[in-house]
């Protein structure tokens, strides 16, 4: 059985902050990202949170991310703005830029946020839950590292190029998607490659281009985009959003999110938010919820984003943390003294 520790979401931020702080990162960047790795542990997305910290604390501590970047935000038309993450996380050029693109969104019932020059932003989910809960319909698209392969070619040359997309409701939780172009998103494997456990059929193959099973193989081979050619069209779109749009690097061009060599990635965010009221009218609301009454009245299905909804639920009175990992972090938090040990 796994020996784990139960932790609160805010003894989470508090531990990854103090492990980014530890990793040169500053301390405004630190609580920025810590927020959104103690939200992926509350909301069952152990993949993207403190499983995936040693990453980033290693690229800070390299400069392949630069921790103490101050990201700038510039207002290029009414609706329109653009936050140069300078080589930083993308967490923080987020933060900066939401408060004016919730202002422009209502002011104008649509507007648009380009991020570049940054680095992963880890759940987008994080990012548009947050718009849609101050009623504003959010779409963010991200572009990553090369991970998969063209439909029909050889090696990796899209990222995983994540998209999500939330709706709000008035009287329960967004309507939230958040999925990658992939099969399956790379810290997948990644966490896979570190538990030492094989992959199902159909996540990757190899740098020979076959089929594997073998996570350290996947690493030096490709992801496969979902639904062959519809996945890698859905990366190439996500790419002219997130690359083209924002002055970044496409993803072919981009460093890798996995390794320390190659300096910062340079890849980009786009959100787009639209007022639901202006072109939907008020009724747009109790619409969409006849919609979904439909929906679920088809069979025994799920909404996208339930199983967050559920795991959220199961994990108010705690979260269950392997005691290993909780001890690792606390290692790389071991230069910032402000941390007391919560593994003893």
């Known amino acids: ?90 967490h923080p050029a987020i933060e900066l830029a939401l408060p004016a693109l919730l202002a422009a969104g209502r002011a104008h019932g649509l507007a648009a946020l380009s991020i570049g020059n940054s680095y992963a932003c880890g759940s987008l989910g994080y990012f548009v839950d947050s718009l849609a809960r101050d009623g504003l319909i959010a779409l963010m698209l991200a572009n990553t590292s090369p991970t998969i392969s063209v439909y029909g070619g050889k090696g990796p040359f899209f990222g995983t190029n994540p998209i999500a997309f939330a709706v709000p409701r008035a009287s329960a939780d967004p309507l939230l998607i958040d999925q990658s172009s992939s099969v399956v998103a790379k810290v997948a494997v990644i966490d896979a490659h570190r538990r030492g456990v094989r992959m199902p059929d159909g ?37 002219v959003f997130a690359a083209g749009l924002t002055g970044s690097n496409w993803s072919f ?32 609301g109790p619409r969409f919820e006849i919609m979904l009454g ?5 069979g025994d299905i799920r909404l996208p984003g339930d199983r967050r909804l559920a795991a959220r639920a199961q994990h108010r009175n705690g979260i269950p943390v392997e005691r290993h990992l909780v001890a690792e972090i606390e290692g790389l938090a071991a230069r910032d003294r402000t941390l007391a040990s919560v593994s003893s």
């Open 253 to 284: 061009e981009a460093s890798s999110f996995g390794s320390n060599e190659g300096g910062p990635p340079r890849t980009g965010q786009f959100i787009l938010v639209l007022d639901p009221k202006l072109f939907g009218g008020d009724n747009f």
């Open 203 to 239: 996540w990757a193959v190899d740098a020979t281009g076959q089929p594997t099973n073998d996570p350290a193989a996947a690493m030096t081979g490709a992801l496969l985009p979902f639904g062959g050619y519809k996945g890698a069209s859905l990366a190439l779109m996500v790419d």
């Open 1 to 90: 059985m796994t020996d784990t520790i139960n932790l609160s979401v805010s003894e989470i931020e508090t531990l990854a902050a103090a492990a980014l702080r530890g990793s040169k990162v500053s301390p405004v960047n630190a609580r920025s990202v810590a927020q959104s790795i103690a939200a992926a542990e509350r909301d069952g997305q152990q993949i993207v949170g403190l499983s995936y910290l040693p990453t980033y604390c290693a690229h800070a501590a390299c400069g392949k991310v630069d921790g103490h970047a101050v990201p700038q935000l510039k207002t290029l038309k009414a609706a329109a703005l653009h936050v140069d993450a300078r080589c930083g996380f993308a």
């Open 294 to 298: 439909a929906m679920l009245g088809t």
